[in-house]
Nanobody
Framework: VQLQASGGGLVQAGGSLRLSCAASGFAFGSYGMGWFRQAPGKERDFVGGITWGGRTIRYTDSVKGRFTISRDNAKNTLYLQMNGLKPEDTAVYYC?????????????????WGQGTQVTVSS
């Protein structure tokens, strides 16, 4: 199993970024997926998740209305569109493969993790 996250970078407050997570080595379309983030000195936090078919998507309150999770099962790729970025969104962002066809906010429910991509939002 491999998860390769990309698309991070430095952006000014109010800007946008689109993260991608290329998956391989498993039946991507059969599993829920999640995005997490970890700011310096803080724990890894749930950003949002999507079920295997994309029918159900949930976000943590702090990103609702600004971030959008999607997936393309034909391309084995997960996405995180981030708009209206704020300095407090600065973190390393990780994609993760759920153990199930659904997702949760509990990192223990995720079997594999990508390497992370740095997002830095300047004020």
């Amino acid at each position: 199993v491999q998860l390769q996250a990309s698309g991070g970078g430095l952006v000014q407050a109010g800007g946008s970024l689109r993260l991608s997570c290329a998956a391989s080595g498993f039946a991507f379309g059969s599993y829920g997926m999640g995005w997490f983030r970890q700011a310096p000195g803080k724990e890894r936090d749930f950003v949002g998740g999507i079920t295997w078919g994309g029918r159900t998507i949930r976000y943590t309150d702090s990103v609702k209305g600004r971030f959008t999770i999607s997936r393309d099962n034909a391309k084995n790729t997960l996405y995180l569109q981030m708009n209206g970025l704020k300095p407090e969104d600065t973190a390393v962002y990780y994609c993760a493969k759920s153990r199930y066809n659904w997702f949760s906010s509990d990192s223990a429910d995720y079997a594999y993790w990508g390497q992370g991509t740095q997002v830095t939002v300047s004020s």
